[in-house]
C-alpha cells in the first residue's frame, strides 16, 4: 500500500543534540511539508518542499533544517538552537503545491527532551 | 493574512446524537477547505473537502459545505458513534498559498 512512513515514532534528545526525524513516501508525489503540533493546538508549518533539491521556509523555520535529495525523501533535522523541541511531528505530501489537492500524513513522531 | 477559527472544545455527546462543529474562516483568495480528523497517536487524515462556493463535501456520514456568504465550512454528522471520537481539524489552502492553514482543532468524544 501506499503511504508516508515517519520513524521513529518516539526520540528523546539530550541539550545540546541535534536530531534527524525521518520521513518516506512511496506514492510518487511532488510535494512534502513538515508540521509541528503542540497540544491543543493546530498544525504549524515548519518547511516544505515542491520539488527534490529545493525547500522553502514555513512559519517556524527557526532551529530546524531540512534535505530533498530524493522524491522519496524528506528528512528534519532538529538542531540544538530549537530551545523548545518537544512537540508532535508530522510529515505530509501531496502530488504538487496544488491548493485543491489534499495532503496526505505520516503518523507522526513524537520528540522529548531529557 | 488566511486564518481558520473552529468551535472549542472538548465536546461530549452521546451515541446516535447529532453533532455540529463549527469552523470559519478569514482568507484574502478563493480557498480550498479541508476537515481532517486525527485519531490518537496518529496523524491526519482527509474526512472531506470542497473546492469551491456551495460545494457539499461528504464522506462516512460527516458532511460540509461551503458557504462563501458566511465564510463557514461547518462539520455535521446526523448520529455519531463511539469509533468517530477523535480530534478534527478544519483546513483552508488559499490559491497560489503552498500551505494548509488549520484552526486548532476540536476534540470530539462520544458515550456509549
Known amino acids: 500500500d501506499g503511504g508516508i512512513t515517519q520513524s521513529p515514532k518516539y526520540l528523546f534528545r539530550k541539550e545540546g543534540q541535534n536530531v534527524t526525524l525521518s520521513c518516506e513516501q512511496n506514492?510518487?508525489?511532488?510535494?512534502m511539508y513538515w508540521y509541528r503540533q503542540d497540544p491543543g493546538q493546530g498544525l504549524r508549518l515548519i518547511y516544505y518542499s515542491q520539488i527534490v533539491n529545493d525547500f522553502q521556509k514555513g512559519d517556524i523555520a527557526e532551529g530546524y533544517s531540512v534535505s530533498r535529495e530524493k522524491k522519496e525523501s524528506f528528512p528534519l533535522t532538529v538542531t540544538s538552537a530549537q530551545k523548545n523541541p518537544t512537540a508532535f511531528y508530522l510529515c505530509?505530501?501531496?502530488?504538487?503545491?496544488?491548493?485543491?489537492?489534499?495532503?496526505?500524513f505520516g503518523d507522526g513522531t513524537r520528540l522529548s527532551i531529557l | 493574512g488566511d486564518s481558520v477559527t473552529q468551535m472549542e472544545g472538548p465536546v461530549t455527546l452521546s451515541e446516535e446524537a447529532f453533532l455540529t462543529i463549527n469552523c470559519t474562516y478569514t482568507?484574502?483568495?478563493?480557498?480550498?477547505l479541508f476537515w481532517y480528523v486525527q485519531y490518537p497517536g496518529e496523524g491526519l487524515q482527509l474526512l472531506l473537502k470542497a473546492t469551491k462556493a456551495d460545494d457539499k463535501g461528504s464522506n462516512k456520514g460527516f458532511e460540509a459545505t461551503y458557504r462563501k456568504e458566511t465564510t463557514s465550512f461547518h462539520l455535521e454528522k446526523g448520529s455519531v458513534q463511539v469509533s468517530d471520537s477523535a480530534v478534527y481539524f478544519c483546513a483552508l489552502s488559499d490559491q497560489g498559498a503552498q500551505k494548509l492553514v488549520f484552526g486548532q482543532g476540536t476534540r470530539l468524544t462520544i458515550n456509549p
Open positions: 482568507a484574502t483568495g478563493y480557498p480550498s
Open positions: 506514492l510518487n508525489h511532488d510535494a
Open positions: 505530509a505530501s501531496s502530488p504538487t503545491v496544488d491548493s485543491n489537492q489534499p495532503q496526505h
